[in-house]
T-cell receptor
Framework: NAGVTQTPKFQVLKTGQSMTLQCAQD?????MSWYRQDPGMGLRLIHY???????DQGEVPNGYNVSRSTTEDFPLRLLSAAPSQTSVYFC????????????????FGAGSRLTVL | AQTVTQSQPEMSVQEAETVTLSCTYD???????LFWYKQPPSRQMILVIR??????QNATENRFSVNFQKAAKSFSLKISDSQLGDAAMYFC??????????FGTGTSLTVIP
């Protein structure tokens, strides 16, 4: 059972370039989300989804796009990278609801370190 | 706005001793979840313990326990019999209805042999 898989683990971009961080989970979780982690800031929610075809914005959505065409995948797109987007990015997923073991507990991917020059 | 505050950027504890990490949160909701996550140098986020707000009983997981004070909006983590492997960054997190999670800024725990 792979859990939550993020690719790539490391990426260096130039300002203005675009890229997609991939996230896939094999646990049939309805909920998927993206966070960025910056020193002294903790983790901040970028976007999240509660099912295929449904996405919503978190605390810091500007500069990022997401889509959820399948239950398994939730890619994060940077259309025009900026140095302020240099960060470590985490994808996380969970079951939603009550009465389900592990519901509402986030399972995280290993993280992706992005540097924008 | 929902916010999570961890007022201790760094803490240290002697091996085998007990340490308490503090967390407060701000919410107007009555139904929510609280969590403590551990992040070792490997960067992997690992669930330590969780608490449902509707449960009055404090959650425990082996050496880890919480003191959940709903009226005070306080959610502290107690680590008993601290071990070297407990050294990590600890994040307090809050999940509101609507599936948004909010994290504190973290407490870096050092365990002294």
């Amino acid at each position: 059972n792979a859990g939550v898989t993020q690719t790539p683990k490391f990426q260096v971009l130039k300002t203005g370039q675009s890229m997609t961080l991939q996230c896939a989970q094999d646990m049939n979780h309805e909920y998927m989300s993206w966070y960025r982690q910056d020193p002294g800031m903790g983790l901040r929610l970028i976007h999240y989804s509660v099912g295929a075809g449904i996405t919503d914005q978190g605390e810091v959505p500007n500069g990022y796009n997401v889509s959820r065409s399948t239950t398994e995948d939730f890619p994060l797109r940077l259309l025009s990278a900026a140095p302020s987007q240099t960060s470590v990015y985490f994808c996380a997923s969970s079951y939603v609801g009550t009465g389900i073991p592990g519901a509402n507990v986030l399972t995280f991917g290993a993280g992706s370190r992005l540097t924008v020059l | 706005a929902q916010t999570v505050t961890q007022s201790q950027p760094e803490m240290s504890v002697q091996e085998a001793e007990t340490v308490t990490l503090s967390c407060t949160y701000d919410t107007s909701e009555s139904d929510y979840y609280l969590f403590w996550y551990k992040q070792p140098p490997s960067r992997q986020m690992i669930l330590v313990i969780r608490q449902e707000a509707y449960k009055q009983q404090n959650a425990t997981e082996n050496r880890f326990s919480v003191n959940f004070q709903k009226a005070a909006k306080s959610f502290s983590l107690k680590i008993s019999d601290s071990q070297l492997g407990d050294a990590a960054m600890y994040f307090c997190a809050y999940r509101r209805t609507g599936n948004q999670f909010y994290f504190g800024t973290g407490t870096s725990l050092t365990v002294i042999p």
